[in-house]
């Protein structure tokens, strides 16, 4: 099962102080509460069924254009493997975090089985 785009919160230009489009000043992603507000608990319902489920990251509705930095995919990957625990990542071309071998250094390092989709 795989949670394609909208899972984000999309922070407009406009907001004083704010570097990025659904990353926090910390580099984290920001879910949106109101559509999914327990994310882990749906992987887990859908591990519980027999299912892989799969994120969407590097998404094209609110894509970042500041340039990545490496905390972005850290903190990204972190919420994949560690967080949320999805077993697949949809690894789009819209915004900057576009080093595919930094994402699968980082995803390697998490010890886990994380399937690569690359729509570069």
């Known amino acids: 099962v795989g949670l394609d785009d909208a899972w984000q919160v999309c922070i ?4 004083p102080g704010h570097d990025y489009h659904y990353h926090n000043n910390e580099g984290r992603s ?5 559509r999914f507000p327990d994310l882990a608990g749906m ?7 027999g299912l892989t ?20 995919y850290e903190q990204d990957v972190h919420l994949l493997a560690d967080v949320y625990k999805f077993d697949a990542v949809k690894l789009d071309h819209c915004g900057t975090q576009n ?5 699968a250094d980082l995803i390697n390092k ?6 690569i989709e690359n729509c570069h």
Do not use: F, P
């Open 30 to 34: 920001v879910v949106n509460q109101h």
């Open 53 to 72: 489920a799969g994120w969407y990251l590097n998404n094209c509705i609110c894509s970042e254009q500041k340039e990545a930095t490496r905390r972005l």
């Open 99 to 103: 080093d595919l071998d930094l994402w």
């Open 12 to 15: 407009s230009d406009s907001v």
């Open 43 to 49: 992987v887990e319902t859908a591990h519980g069924l």
């Open 110 to 115: 998490t010890g886990r089985r994380i399937m």
